[in-house]
């Protein structure tokens, strides 16, 4: 299912999107696959899974050390696309990784196994859209979304620059920093919605772990919301991980219900 | 394209430090024809750093091998390497553009102490990130960061040295960059930090070209330096580039050059590593068929590095620039030579330098003349000596 869609469909719901990242492979290969059937039950719309890479710039200390979990347990980028190929389900799938790990299977071949395994949408922290002319073009050919960044310092020429070459959704990025869940969402997150000025759905991610701050991204403006960190937590714990995955999710996801209400 | 060096280069970071290095940029260009910046840097360089510094002829090498060997004296700088004249020119910038507080990585411990005298020097805050594994074996440059009031944070992650203390300090960096630079230690990085610090460090081979001048009417044949991100090589050779003049840049070939699933056994990027993305950079990188990074390999820990600076690598594509490699036993054997026999006693980085240039001075492929950058002093490196031999003799 194309990305664009699924936002479509949740808008005529008056529904936020639930985005919920995991790293593929954490904390092995089997695994992943019952916690995105975990996900999908307890109701996420669209999932982000990581391809681990050994020097994750963006990630804060938990989805760092879930990256080394996955490695070390044997994932690697041959194995995530047949991971992806196993994968049944109807939701977006998004890949996110970092650039090199594109650059070293070639973008055009990165690109096209990505189509090929059912892969919707592609995130790369380190890939500003400024370098990113090359992927634009061969996941155009694929029909296959390019999700950027905006940030809160992030000015407003550059916020064009983005919303014109995001396909799928923008990623909102509401405080400075890397990914982890113990930060505030604050009281700017609407006035940075707001001053985002795009046709395209935001999904507001970075930081956000409860249903509390779901519903406040989603009274803000936001067309989804996009959750890792906490959930990584709960693999990382390795205690009931599937039950409580999709408690988390589904709680998660009641907090996408409201829009439009205000 | 601007930011490239041939295909190399670019600015391959998140979005939230895009707007930072815009401003790094613009920044920079107004400042580096700003009189009263350059008079100023000039200032701190001379009566702070002891610039100029001597090039020196070295006779008892020269005689020994064969060839006139000259050294650049760059361990006599400030802090006992050529790091403080990135790090003061870096800080200067940054308090020019408004920033409080400083970040750095450090692998060998020597751009920390660089940057530590810099800020303490301007009234700035600093954060030095360092390699766990660094700490240990350079514990007196953490002694002296500490010394002059700079937070050292051991980086657990990973390798625990150099790249890994380069990802800490970018992470603090996307979290602080409002009031924070982010001063970089070498030729490495996104645009515009390659220039910059290239930039910065040429002043060694401007003196060093009207030095060699003066003393033989002629320039060398060659310039040899050490390379680990590759800020002390591009200082000398830049001044150089447009002259018949052949560049050598010595990796750190560590215990062997070869690798295994998750590591280098060396540090040789140049040499060995493939095209890739490290660090906000395109250029070589020693990486698996993937692209995860590898674990880089060397007894020094200022060339313990998987990726190198992208103008590096465009002058060796294009030819300009020879790439080679020295082993950590010939690094320490040349450690040992030149304390014996000139009474210096150079840095184990430098000593690469030194070791490539003893080991081929016969071969004729140096010519007549050659300068050595000697990038730094060893002081910062005989504890860890001194345990490498006890080991020895132990087994
Ligand atoms: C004395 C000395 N030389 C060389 C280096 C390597 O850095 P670069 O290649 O940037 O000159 C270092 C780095 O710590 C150093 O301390």
Excluded at chain 1, 248 to 255: M, P, V
Excluded at chain 2, 54 to 74: D, F, T, V
Excluded at chain 2, 115 to 129: H, I
């Amino acid at each position: 299912m194309k990305i664009a869609d699924k936002f479509e469909e949740l808008d005529n719901k008056n529904e936020a999107a639930l985005i919920t990242y995991i790293c593929a492979g954490d904390p092995d290969i089997e695994s992943t696959k019952d916690i995105v059937y975990a996900l999908e039950k307890g109701g996420a719309d669209i999932i982000e899974l990581g391809l681990p890479f050994s020097d994750p710039v963006a990630d804060g200390p938990i989805i760092q050390a879930a990256s080394v979990r996955a490695i070390q347990n044997g994932m690697n980028t041959d194995s995530y696309f047949r991971l992806l190929e196993d994968i049944e389900t109807d939701i977006p799938l998004v890949c996110m990784t970092y650039y090199n790990l594109v650059y070293a299977r070639g973008i055009k071949d990165f690109v096209s196994d990505c189509a090929k395994s059912g892969v919707s949408g592609i995130i790369i922290p380190d890939l500003p859209v400024d370098e990113a002319g090359d992927l634009i073009r061969e996941s155009q050919k694929k029909g296959i979304a390019n999700i950027f960044m905006v940030t809160p310092n992030t000015p407003a020429y550059r916020i064009e620059k983005v919303s014109q070459n995001t396909t799928g959704f923008i990623y909102v990025v509401p405080r400075m920093g890397v990914t982890g869940n113990k930060s505030e969402l604050g009281n700017s997150l609407k006035k940075q919605l707001d001053g985002i000025k795009s046709d395209k759905p935001k999904a507001v991610g970075f930081g956000i772990s409860t249903k509390e701050q779901v519903e406040e991204a989603v009274n803000d403006g936001a067309d989804g919301v996009i959750v890792g960190s906490a959930l990584v937590n709960i693999i990382a714990s390795g205690d009931n991980v599937l039950e409580k995955i999709e408690s988390l999710t589904r709680d998660l996801k009641r907090g996408c219900l409201k829009k439009g209400i205000n | 394209m601007k930011g490239y060096y041939g295909k190399y280069g670019g600015q391959f970071v998140p979005e939230l430090l895009m707007p930072a290095l815009e401003e790094l940029d613009r920044e920079y260009e107004k400042m580096r024809s700003d009189k009263k910046f350059i008079d100023e840097l000039d200032y701190l360089l001379r009566d702070f750093g002891g610039r100029p510094t001597p090039l020196y002829h070295a006779p008892n090498l020269s005689q020994k091998y064969g060839i006139k060997i000259y050294l650049k004296r760059e361990d006599l700088v400030h802090g006992g390497a050529h790091k403080l004249n990135n790090a003061l020119g870096q800080a200067l910038l940054a308090k020019h553009m408004g920033k409080k507080r400083i970040v750095a990585e450090t692998g060998a411990g020597q751009h920390g102490t660089a940057t530590a005298m810099a800020a303490a020097r301007l009234g700035m805050e600093a954060t030095v990130y360092m390699g766990a594994k660094d700490v240990e074996r350079q514990k007196m440059n953490v002694y002296r960061m500490e010394l002059m009031g700079t937070e050292v944070i051991p980086v657990e992650s990973g390798s625990k040295t150099l790249k890994d203390a380069i990802n800490e300090a970018m992470r603090d960096w996307v979290t602080n960059v409002k009031d924070t630079h982010y001063l970089i230690g070498s030729v490495v990085g996104p645009h515009p930090y390659p220039m910059i610090v290239r930039d910065f460090q040429s002043v060694i081979g401007k003196e060093t070209r009207q030095q060699i001048l003066e003393k033989e009417g002629d320039l060398p044949d060659s310039i040899v330096a050490c390379a680990g991100g590759g800020s002390n090589a591009m200082g000398i050779f830049y001044p150089f580039l447009e002259d018949d003049v052949d560049l050598f840049a010595v990796e750190a070939g560590g215990k062997e050059l070869k690798e295994g699933p998750t590591v280098a056994y060396h540090s040789a990027s140049l040499c060995e590593g493939k095209e890739g993305v490290l660090h906000g950079a395109h250029t070589k990188v020693l990486q698996n068929k993937d692209g995860q990074i590898l674990e880089s390999t060397s007894i020094s820990a200022g060339l313990d590095y998987a990726g190198v600076g992208p103008e590096l690598a465009y002058l060796v594509n294009i030819g300009r620039l020879k790439p080679r490699y020295i082993t950590d036993e010939l690094a320490v054997n040349a450690f040992n030579e030149l304390s014996r026999k000139e009474g210096i006693i150079p840095a184990l980085e430098s000593s690469h330098a030194v070791g490539y240039v003893i080991e081929n001075a016969k071969s004729g492929e140096l010519g007549d003349t050659v300068i050595i950058n000697l990038s730094g002093r060893g002081d910062k490196d005989l504890e860890s000596l001194i345990k490498r031999r006890d080991e020895n003799e132990n087994c």
